[in-house]
């Protein structure tokens, strides 16, 4: 038998990740996990989030705790294990071995897009709560460790041709597609996090991906600040998305 497949999703925010999640959890061969570093990061940072409470007593807060959780035996026995991380979530310091053996892929979309999203949820947005940059930083590590780029999806790519866009991914992931990943019904899913009652209205109203997206939203001010200081770091893995590698 061979060993079950461990899908280490590297996203920020407001990336289509919660929706990306629910595809996956479509496939019968396949549990999903949702953002099971929060609480650790909430404990570790100190950070005033919505819903922080309900959240800390979601969830264990020792990091080593989760690691060994992600590391131990797949829940229900599946061949596939679909983890949904923060890349901010990971603080310096997190150990990262239980990474090991995985297939770490790395989620993207635009950084106009993530914070006129963002913005709409709360109030404050810095660029450290995009994880733009530690979402770099875990790209070049994945790269080290297998000679080459991982894998790179575009939540813009998805929306454009979601049944193309996930299936270059299941190919890079090695697994045949499964069409129905590209319908969920509505109403959220069991996995969800407590969190879910504050950010993911739109994808429990939703039973599949949005139509294309259309012109980037014009910022301004610090919303505008923020943007451009993660654009370097998307530009950077954009340029290895899935799409653009086989165009």
């Not at 451009?228 to 998305?241: D, M, N, Q, S, V």
Request: hydrophobic share 50%; charged share 20%; glycine share 8%.
């Amino acid at each position: 038998m061979s060993a079950p497949l461990r899908i280490v999703m590297w996203s920020g925010p407001r990336n289509l990740s919660t929706a990306l999640m629910y595809a996956f959890a479509q496939r019968p061969d396949c549990v999903v996990s949702d953002e099971p570093f929060y609480a650790a990061y909430l404990a570790a940072t100190g950070a005033a989030h919505p819903m922080r409470a309900e959240v800390l007593a979601s969830q264990p807060t020792e990091p080593a705790a989760v690691a060994a959780a992600l590391a131990g035996p797949v829940p229900g026995g599946r061949a596939v294990w679909y983890q949904k991380h923060m890349t901010h979530h990971m603080c310096p310091g997190f150990d990262l071995g239980w990474t090991a053996g995985a297939a770490e892929v790395f989620l993207i979309r635009h950084p106009a897009r993530v914070v006129a999203s963002y913005a709409r949820k709360r109030e404050a947005v810095s660029a450290a709560d995009l994880g733009f940059a530690r979402q770099a930083e875990l790209f070049d590590r994945a790269a080290d460790r297998l000679g080459r780029a991982p894998p790179v999806i575009d939540a813009t790519d998805i929306r454009a041709d979601p049944g193309r866009a996930l299936g270059l991914l299941c190919a890079a992931l090695g697994l045949s597609f499964d069409a129905r990943m590209l319908r969920w019904p509505a109403g959220g899913n069991p996995a969800d996090g407590v969190w879910a009652a504050h950010w993911y209205g739109a994808v429990h109203r939703s039973s599949g991906f949005e139509p294309p997206e259309g012109p980037l939203p014009a910022l301004a001010g610090d919303a505008a600040a923020v943007a451009e200081a993660c654009l370097p770091h998307y530009a950077r893995l954009a340029a290895h998305r899935l799409m653009t590698e086989v165009a």
